[in-house]
């Protein structure tokens, strides 16, 4: 991103850098997480209903290797909060209270929903009844999976704020209406797409450590019970997050149209618009979108991206020159251009810099109605003020096009999987599997399986590449660019931050994944 | 404390549990050394809260500074 300022350019990038290889980080634990949680609590309500023991060792191999993960991933996410503080601290401030209630409130239920199920949990077999076991192994699962909600009301409020005003004397956001900002339609379905997206990943990491064992001839029957519960979470897990992302790419057509655009390489809009399907966009630069009329060799799926977006296959989409050069609107309303909206952005910086004036001299809010209004009506391209080039806000095409597509194309090759992985343990078309027993494949057939399982965290990382690539440059949509985010600090202090983190966290990966590893090949504990 | 009270019995399923770990003792080394990094080395030598530091407890008026100089650059 060009920035034409004088805070130190370093400064930005690495910041940017350090809090996406942060949230990468973090990533890597909690999609398995949400996910072994609903493996593991399904296997322990196969033992509440059956009392067969098999099922108990079973609940309890998932559970172990579910708090391996659980250990390793515990204040991975508090990192990011320092980050906050230290290197977006304009931002942070800015904020104000939108970020801190739903994070406290996250904070809080984790503490305790944790502490006393995840140790009900682990600590409880034998000692308390089996109905209540069971209740706090699904309850651990809904306190991570209420966590996430927190957190993605907060993601959902930098792509989409709502339910706040801003307040030039404290020059923070306060919030107005709490429900609106923790029941955003925006956070619904993110929380919906990302929860669905982390039971697959549970599901691929279960059926993979099946196939190893079949692969190895060991644990057969519980690999296969495993197997067929792992399936079919994953097949409905893929199929849901399929849905929630076509209602997660509806929203983001709405309220951040230009990451549709980019996530699309769609220069040039306009009604009938098909879903690109490929198309050559170079990985490595930006393409040339004001004079390219549409990506090279691009084979589409004709008016899908009109319904995808509009539920209309007529509809219109617009693509990035005509966000850049302004549109009129299906409904004859017209979008300003990007020139407008700076102009707009100036004024209200400029109505802000006369009110904090004013008020320095000390005069009454009342007789600074005009610079509040002015604030207030421009308050929604406040961030345009800092655009110097119309190109600054138009994101980094090639990763927002190619990891959209990697995200999809492995959803999509999970939904195969995952069904084909079902015929094969219930042995359906029975002709087919005749001579085929899931449990005596040649070897390669496992692998592919377990292979899986880094290309769907490949996919899961690959969302949040588009959901936050895609909003660049905003850290708060329209309101806010990184450049004046970020806080006046030294490059070489974010520098030495980064590689810190890099070598902390990848050995902490490898430890966590060498621990895994162990116990996955130890086997389950059997009672009898 | 009579062994049947709740209270007993909440803290036994602790003290029990805590006593009785074998993977867990492992895993729980490491978050508390996790934890000592984040909360001691972390925090306390690379992360200050940068306000706090330079905004002398008027945090608005250096923000308002910041957005207001970062316009006219
Ligand atoms: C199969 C069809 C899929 C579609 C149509 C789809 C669509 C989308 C869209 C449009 C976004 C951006 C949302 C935003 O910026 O707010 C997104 C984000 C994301 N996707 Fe997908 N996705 C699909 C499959 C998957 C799969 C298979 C995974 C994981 C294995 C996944 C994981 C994620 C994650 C983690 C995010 C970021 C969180 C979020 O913004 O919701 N998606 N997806």
Redesign the interface.
């Given at each position: 991103m060009t920035n034409?300022?004088?805070?130190d350019a370093g400064t930005i990038e690495w910041s940017r850098a350090q809090f996406a290889l942060t949230a990468i980080y973090h990533w890597l634990f909690v999609p398995l997480t949400l996910g072994l949680a609903v493996i593991m609590g399904i296997m322990e309500t196969c033992y509440y209903r059956t009392k067969n023991n098999f099922w108990k060792d079973t609940a309890k191999f998932w559970q172990?290797l579910f708090?391996?993960n659980f250990?390793?991933g515990?204040?991975t996410g508090?990192?990011l909060e320092?980050?906050f503080?230290?290197?977006w601290?304009?931002y942070?401030?800015?904020v104000g209270d939108i970020f801190g209630a739903p994070l406290a409130v996250e904070g809080i239920v984790a503490f305790f929903m944790e502490s006393t199920f995840v140790?009900?949990m682990?600590?409880?077999w034998n000692?308390?009844s089996r109905g209540f076991h069971l209740a706090s192994t699904w309850l651990t699962g809904l306190g991570a999976t209420i966590s996430a909600w927190w957190i993605l009301v907060a993601n959902a409020w930098m792509q989409h704020p709502v339910g706040c005003e801003f307040n030039?004397?404290?020059?923070?956001h306060e919030m107005v209406s709490f429900a609106d900002v923790a029941l955003s339609p925006f956070a619904v379905s993110k929380f919906c797409h990302t929860v669905t997206s982390a039971w697959i990943i549970g599901a691929v990491f279960c059926v993979g450590v099946c196939c190893w064992y079949l692969m190895k001839k060991r644990e057969t029957k519980m690999a296969l019970e495993s197997l067929k519960i792992g399936a079919i979470v994953g097949l409905v897990a893929t199929l849901l997050a399929a849905a929630t992302g076509h209602k997660a790419g509806q929203d983001v057509a709405q309220v951040q149209p230009m990451k549709l655009a980019a996530m699309e390489a769609l220069y040039n809009g306009g009604t009938d618009v098909g879903l690109t399907a490929i198309a050559w966009v170079n990985p490595f630069s930006q393409p040339d979108y004001e004079n390219e009329e549409s990506a090279p060799l691009r084979i589409d799926m004709p008016y899908a991206l009109s319904f995808m977006a509009t539920n209309d296959f007529h509809g219109y989409v617009p693509g990035i020159n005509d966000l850049l050069n302004g549109y009129t609107k299906p409904d004859g309303t017209r979008e300003p251009s990007v020139d407008e909206k700076i102009e707009r952005g100036?004024k209200a910086?400029a109505a802000?810099?006369d009110y904090?004036k004013a008020r320095q001299e000390g005069l009454p809010v009342d007789s600074l109605r005009a610079e509040l209004a002015t604030i207030n009506e421009n308050m929604k391209y406040f961030g345009y003020?800092?655009i110097k080039d119309k190109a600054q806000v138009v994101p980094y095409i090639p990763i927002n096009f190619w990891a959209f597509r990697i995200m999809v194309g492995v959803g999509c090759l999970l939904i195969l999987f995952f069904a084909i992985v079902l015929a094969g343990v219930y042995k359906w078309p029975a002709k087919l599997w005749q001579k085929n027993d899931i449990s005596a494949l040649p070897n390669w057939h496992y692998w592919i399986a377990i292979a899986l399982i880094p290309l769907a965290y490949i996919a899961s990382e690959s969302g949040w590449l588009v959901a936050e690539f895609g909003r660049q440059p905003w850290t708060i949509q329209d309101m806010l660019p990184t450049?004046?985010a970020v806080?006046?600090?030294h490059s070489s202090?974010v520098i030495?931050?980064f590689f810190?983190f890099l070598i902390?966290f990848t050995t902490?990966l490898a430890?966590e994944i060498s621990?895994l590893l162990k116990?996955i090949k130890k086997g389950p504990d059997y009672s009898s | 404390m009579r062994k049947d009270s709740f209270i007993y019995?909440f803290f036994?399923?602790?003290y029990?549990?805590?006593k009785n770990m074998t993977?867990?003792r492992?895993?729980?080394a490491?978050?508390i050394i996790?934890?000592f990094?984040?909360f001691v080395i972390?925090?306390v030598f690379?992360?200050?809260?940068?306000?706090k530091e330079?905004a002398k407890g008027n945090?608005?008026?250096y923000?308002?500074g910041?957005?207001?100089e970062?316009?006219e650059?």
């Open positions: 034409l300022l004088l805070i172990k708090g391996i250990a390793m515990i204040a508090i990192i320092f980050e503080g230290t290197n601290s304009n942070s401030w800015f140790a009900v682990f600590f409880g000692k308390v030039p004397d404290t020059m923070r100036k910086i802000l810099a904090r003020g800092y450049w004046v806080s006046d600090l202090s030495i931050t810190l902390l902490m430890v621990i116990q | 019995r036994n399923l602790y029990e549990g805590f993977l867990g492992t895993l729980w490491i978050i996790k934890l990094v984040i972390l925090k690379f992360f200050p809260n940068f306000l330079h945090e608005s008026a923000v308002a910041e957005f207001i970062r316009a650059q």
